[in-house]
């Protein structure tokens, strides 16, 4: 059985950063990329970014480019998502997401993916 585990989710303020966690196991091969999205409030889950896992390629929703900053641990099999410069409109529960196989759709799109974890709650006051 797949397990995806988020953590390092909190309260921060406006301008401050956080590191989110995403720990997989149950099965620890063919991982093609793994990508964190979230949800705010009232609004549809959305992409943050992604990662393909044996090349490290990475990609960003255009508007948290520079701010964002995905990277894995292959042997660990862990996710993270540095965030920096963090703003109240990023309060949201954030999601990562496993893809085992090459996907038909784009790294953004929520169809490709496998397997998900529970979420983080990442809360940014002003």
């Known amino acids: 059985q797949v397990q995806l585990v988020e953590s390092g989710g909190g309260l921060v303020q406006d301008g401050g950063s956080l590191r989110l966690y995403c720990a997989a196991s149950g099965r620890a091969f063919s991982t093609y990329a793994m990508g964190w999205f979230r949800q705010a409030p009232g609004k549809e889950r959305e992409f943050v970014a992604a990662?393909?896992?044996?090349?490290?390629?990475?990609y960003y929703a255009d508007p948290l480019k520079g701010r964002f900053t995905i990277s894995r641990d292959n042997v660990k099999n862990t996710l993270y998502l540095q965030m920096n410069s963090l703003k109240p409109e990023d309060t949201a529960v954030y999601y990562c997401?496993?893809?085992?196989?090459?996907?038909?759709?784009?790294?953004?799109?929520?169809?490709?993916?496998?397997?998900w974890g529970q979420g983080t709650q990442v809360t940014v006051s002003s």
């Open positions: 997401a496993i893809q085992y196989y090459v996907g038909t759709y784009a790294y953004s799109d929520q169809r490709n993916y496998d397997y």
């Open positions: 990662i393909r896992w044996r090349d490290g390629n990475t």
